[in-house]
């Protein structure tokens, strides 16, 4: 009767063949990780093996989450040495090679995020190299968003005000307020997940004012502003205009006849110093007649 006779007995011989399989097993403690932009993060990979580790041999590659179908190699380790990407240089090494696999990355940065990949060889070993893989997100804050509006900011035109946001990981949610004279929510269209419009038709004066775009995450949140001034022809009957204008026009008629009196008043006072008087009561009485006078000469 062969190995594989029968189902029991072949469930036998699988775990005996796992147990005696002498290849290169890998473990990844978390399937997926995340860091904050900036921080350090440990990427677990441990391995076991039967064989001595003088040839072991480790390569960490990465599939960017921006270009997945790139991958590279991160950090090597070969008969001992270590050979890291020189595009992170300074930035990532192992922890505590050649007992386990892990590596940390430093000063994380969102081009990091992806599928990490740990291959162990290690020969003589037969079969084939242990694989771990894992997948790390670089968590970031919005950054701050631009804010532009076009259209026809003439009354009854229509206006587009639009706010786009380059980055923020997880993707940034948007919102659109206006701030005066009251805070109002208005709906927005999203464009893709980074950039929002609000569309405002058939626009009015009481549309003029200050404009919010929020984008925030759980890492933080960015404003950009706009101010729209609706430019509404002038208004040939607004009685009310008409009441301030005239009462203007009064008050500066008063104002110059106040003003001709004082310098009257000032003009006379000088005349008198200057003829050396020292009663001034009686000023215009004494003077209205010469003034009568010389208006009828
Ligand atoms: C990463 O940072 C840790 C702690 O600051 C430091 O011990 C380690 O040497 C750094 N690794 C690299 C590759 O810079
Ligand atoms: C535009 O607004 C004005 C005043 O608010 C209104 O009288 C008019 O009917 C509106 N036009 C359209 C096309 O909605």
């Known amino acids: 009767m062969g190995c594989c006779g029968g189902p029991r007995l072949w469930i036998g011989c699988l775990v005996t063949s796992l147990l005696r399989s002498d290849a290169v097993k890998v473990t990844v403690r978390d399937r997926s990780l995340e860091v904050v932009r900036g921080d350090s993060v440990l990427l677990p990979c441990s391995f076991r093996t039967m064989s001595p580790l003088s040839r072991l041999n480790i390569v960490w590659t990465l599939a960017p989450l921006s270009d997945p179908g790139s991958p ?9 040495q270590v050979i ?9 090494g192992f922890v505590s090679v050649p007992w386990t696999a892990d590596i940390i990355l430093n000063s994380t940065r969102v081009s990091d995020a992806g599928t990490y990949r740990c291959v162990v060889n290690n020969p003589p070993e037969p079969g084939d190299p242990g694989i771990g893989e894992l997948r790390l997100d670089v968590l970031a804050p919005p950054s701050l968003p631009q804010c532009l509006w076009e259209g026809d900011a003439d009354v009854g035109g229509t206006v587009t005000l639009s706010c786009s946001v380059e980055g923020g990981v997880p993707a940034p949610e948007m919102r659109w307020d206006k701030l005066e004279p009251e805070q109002i929510s208005l709906p927005l269209n999203m464009e893709g997940t980074m950039k929002s419009t609000v569309c405002i038709a058939n626009i009015s004066a009481q549309n003029s004012g200050l404009y919010r775009c929020s984008v925030s995450n759980p890492l933080g949140t960015q404003n950009c502003y706009i101010h729209l001034s609706v430019y509404s ?3 040939p009957s607004p009685g009310i205009l ?7 026009s009064m008050a500066l008629v008063l ?3 106040l003003a001709l009196v004082l310098w009257l008043h000032r003009s006379g006072r000088d005349r008198k110093w200057k003829e050396g008087e020292e009663e001034e009561c009686y000023n215009e009485i004494r003077y209205t007649p010469t003034l009568v006078r ?3 000469v």
């Not at 590279?72 to 001992?80: K, N, S």
């Not at 008409?242 to 203007?248: C, I, K, R, W």
């Open 72 to 80: 590279f190699q991160v950090i090597v380790y070969d008969h001992g």
């Open 84 to 92: 890291e990407n020189p595009s992170l240089i300074g930035r990532v």
């Open 233 to 235: 022809p002038p208004d």
């Open 242 to 248: 008409q009441g301030v204008l005239l009462s203007l």
């Open 255 to 257: 104002l110059a006849l």
């Open 294 to 296: 010389r208006s009828f």
